[in-house]
């Protein structure tokens, strides 16, 4: 005998039950020292992008007394946003309120470019199309 044994094949999905899943990390963290009126939020992996947007949106709020942000560090991609509120607004709300603004403002946007893009793309059939879908 030459001490060769014969296997078993792997049942399917083997592998990945034995990989563990790593809990994904929160990208938005409440910063120390925080009440219900004024507080500091730290945002993973974000950038001027959101942040001059976000503040822009939270800004027109009638109840956001102040809104700022900044990048503490142009290495690291960590967006840290202030939000102060008159008494009795809850600073997660006006949160919670600000970021669905935005989207609601972005999916306006995209459906605009799209009527315009496809607009486009139908008076200039006759040629080849500029812009693809």
């Known amino acids: 005998m030459n001490g060769d044994e014969e296997m078993a094949d792997a049942t399917p999905g083997a592998e990945a039950a034995e990989i563990e899943a790593k809990p994904e990390r929160q990208r938005l963290r409440l910063l120390p020292g925080s009440t219900d009126t004024a507080a500091s939020f730290a945002f993973e992996k974000e950038d001027h992008t ?39 607004v809850s600073v997660y709300e006006v949160l919670r309120k600000g970021l669905d603004d935005l989207s609601d403002l972005c999916d306006a946007v995209e459906d605009k470019f799209t009527i315009s893009r496809d607009f486009f793309n139908t008076a200039h059939s006759s040629r080849t199309t500029l812009v693809d879908s």
Request: charged content about 20%; aromatic content about 10%.
């Open 50 to 88: 959101l942040g001059n947007a976000l503040r822009y949106m939270i800004t027109k709020n009638p109840d956001v007394e102040f809104c700022g942000y900044s990048i503490p560090h142009p290495s690291e991609a960590v967006l840290h946003l202030r939000i102060q509120t008159w008494d009795g």
